[in-house]
């Protein structure tokens, strides 16, 4: 069956506009996760989703970043007035229910100019 | 508050011989450990997994790992390394939300 898969792959933006993020989860699984990966380092949480309600947004770095997930499966994370250090991989994973073994889509590289 | 420290950035290790990767942990109870692989453009997968039980596990890829609870540990290990096995490796801990380490590299020479 099909992975978790993220779009777009790339995305170069400038200082200070909005991007959002998308991420596809397998089918069927209810929690959903975004991770943050800066270069030479681990992903770091970001969001959990169970359904869709957001059950622990505590790795947001600031209000310029939100993640939606409205009808329980796909998930979109928005990024308003872009920094710089905003400069990552941003790694999706869903997992069947919480606590089971997540699975890792190929990430959006996100440069920001 | 849970993480981890892998203490080795980057390791050379030659074709055929064995590997051995430190993971330390830091968790407030029984931890869930993990260890993943990355290779260059992929996805993180997943090589295997500690709940509880057997404190030895095995995984994919012929690696295997051992939860050592005394010494905060969880130590990833293959004995014989495959070209193939060139990547980055992450250990993380925790329930829903992951702490990952650094990661080490591993360098396959010939």
């Known amino acids: 069956g099909a992975g978790v898969s993220q779009t777009p792959s790339n995305k170069v933006t400038e200082k200070g506009k909005y991007v959002e993020l998308r991420c596809d989860p397998i089918?069927?699984?209810?929690?959903l996760y975004w991770y943050r990966q800066s270069l030479g380092q681990g992903p770091e949480f970001l969001i959990y989703?169970?359904?869709?309600?957001?059950?622990?947004d505590s790795g947001l770095p600031n209000d310029r970043f939100f993640a939606v997930r409205p009808e329980g499966s796909v998930s979109t994370l928005k990024i308003q007035r872009t920094e710089r250090g905003d400069s990552a991989v941003y790694l999706c994973a869903s997992s069947l229910n919480q606590g089971n073994e997540q699975f890792f889509g190929p990430g959006t590289r996100l440069t920001v100019l | 508050a849970q993480s981890v420290t892998q203490p080795d950035i980057h390791i050379t290790v030659s074709e055929g011989a064995s590997l051995e990767l430190r993971c330390n942990y830091s968790y407030g109870a029984t931890p869930y450990l993990f260890w993943y692989v990355q290779s260059p453009g992929q996805g993180l997968q997943l090589l295997l997994k500690y709940f509880s039980g057997d404190t030895l596990v095995q995984g994919i890829k012929g690696f295997e790992a051992e939860f050592k609870r005394s010494q905060s540990s969880f130590n990833l290990r293959k004995p014989s390394v495959h070209w193939s096995d060139a990547a980055e490796y992450f250990c993380a801990v925790g329930d829903y939300k992951l702490s990952f380490g650094a990661g080490t590299t591993v360098t396959v020479r010939a």
């Open positions: 089918s069927g699984h209810t929690a």
């Open positions: 989703f169970q359904g869709t309600g957001a059950a622990d």
